[in-house]
Antibody, heavy 119, light 108 residues
Framework: QVTLKESGPVLVKPTETLTLTCTVS??????????VSWIRQPPGKALEWLAH???????SYSTSLKSRLTISKDTSKSQVVLTMTNMDPVDTATYYC???????????WGQGTLVTVSS | SYELTQPPSVSVSPGQTARITCSGD??????AYWYQQKPGQAPVLVIY???ERPSGIPERFSGSSSGTTVTLTISGVQAEDEADYYC???????????FGGGTKLTVL
């Protein structure tokens, strides 16, 4: 059974760095056909893809947020970590991690975690 | 920059057919995927590779593609189909994923 679960702070202050962890089970982060992605959704707004990481450690980032994002993985712990620097209230959103079948679809999603940016 | 364009809303009566479109310049070269999202829930994949249906998704959900537009069709719409629907694809290189702006399906 494939599952993904996001964890991290529910509240961050403006200018702080957000660190989110996605813990996966039911598949390996070393599987060449699969990666893990982060996607966010501000309240009442659309989904926005943020970043992918793949088994060979190849990464790709949203061009609009690339300067603020870092994605990494620890295969032994089955975890993928996303950091986003210089948080702003407009970054308030539910952050999802999802399994990404290379160059195709997001087939399994975590439940999401709501992060609020406020002083 | 590359975008996927969806209508903000579609409304249908129960039993009718709902069609939700998604337009993008790279769609002739890249597959499209459709997700259903109900309030407070994570998205669920309902169509992959333009027209394939994952196991467990009702047969009333179907997808098609023509040029730069893909279409999600829900035949015999039921009240439980009321949700937001998002198309997703990749840029022409396949490096970046992107989502459409979402379409709210209202069942009257």
């Amino acid at each position: 059974q494939v599952t993904l679960k996001e964890s991290g702070p529910v509240l961050v202050k403006p200018t702080e760095t957000l660190t989110l962890t996605c813990t996966v089970s039911g598949f390996s982060l070393s599987n060449a056909r699969m990666g893990v992605s982060w996607i966010r959704q501000p309240p009442g707004k659309a989904l926005e893809w943020l970043a992918h990481i793949f088994s060979n450690d190849e990464k790709s980032y949203s061009t609009s947020l690339k300067s603020r994002l870092t994605i990494s993985k620890d295969t032994s712990k089955s975890q993928v970590v996303l950091t986003m620097t210089n948080m702003d209230p407009v970054d308030t959103a539910t952050y999802y991690c999802a399994r990404y079948i290379v160059a195709t679809q997001f087939d399994y999603w975590g439940q999401g975690t709501l992060v609020t940016v406020s002083s | 920059s590359y975008e996927l364009t969806q209508p903000p809303s579609v409304s249908v009566s129960p039993g009718q057919t709902a069609r939700i479109t998604c337009s993008g310049d790279a769609l002739p070269k890249q597959y499209a995927y459709w997700y259903q999202q109900k309030p407070g829930q994570a998205p669920v994949l309902v169509i992959y590779k333009d027209s394939e249906r994952p196991s467990g998704i009702p047969e009333r959900f179907s997808g098609s593609s023509s040029g730069t537009t893909v279409t999600l069709t829900i035949s015999g719409v039921q009240a439980e189909d009321e949700a937001d629907y998002y198309c997703q694809s990749a840029d022409s290189s396949g490096t970046y994923a992107l989502f459409g702006g979402g379409t709210k399906l209202t069942v009257l």
